[in-house]
């Protein structure tokens, strides 16, 4: 079976039934969803940026959660030291700044250790990672 890559931008949209929701379905139909560790933090982090921000309710926020559990994602590991190392090839070699965050260089490590193409609505962890070699899944929303 396949396997892409999902970062954090996809999954919340899928799982808080934003406008790009059925397109990305569409597009991992049939592929095998993989992600670094770090995505259940992120997730977490999301949905409760999204409480502070009085965007999404509690019981709204508790069903993106059951969502979230219906999705199946495999988690491989990666290495922080390589990780990190992507960033300051970026900051270094590519003259590229400011270097993405390090929960992106998780996404493009895990794309790269694997050799596995990402599928991002993130339009400047996008770049990045096509800088370093990453073959990225290109997703219009409604919004662009």
């Known amino acids: 079976m ?11 949209a899928i799982i808080t039934d934003e406008p790009p929701k059925n397109t990305l379905i569409r597009l991992t139909e049939g592929v095998s969803l ?24 509690w ?4 069903t993106a ?24 090839i970026l900051n270094k070699q590519l003259n590229y700044y ?10 493009i490590h895990c794309a790269l250790k694997y050799q596995l193409p990402l599928i991002t609505l993130d339009k400047h962890l996008a770049f990045v990672a096509k800088q370093m070699g990453v073959t990225v899944i290109e997703v219009r929303t409604p919004w662009q």
Do not use: C, H
């Open 59 to 62: 019981a709204e926020v508790l």
């Open 34 to 57: 993989v992600a670094p560790p770090s995505l259940n933090w992120e997730v977490g982090n999301a949905l409760i940026k999204m409480l502070r921000r009085n965007t999404k309710t």
């Open 2 to 12: 396949k396997q892409v890559v999902v970062d954090t931008s996809v999954i919340i």
């Open 98 to 107: 400011p270097s993405p965050y390090a929960y992106d260089l998780y996404f």
């Open 65 to 88: 959660l059951q969502n979230y559990s219906q999705i199946p994602i495999f988690l491989l590991p990666i290495e922080l030291n390589d990780a990190l190392q992507i960033g300051n």
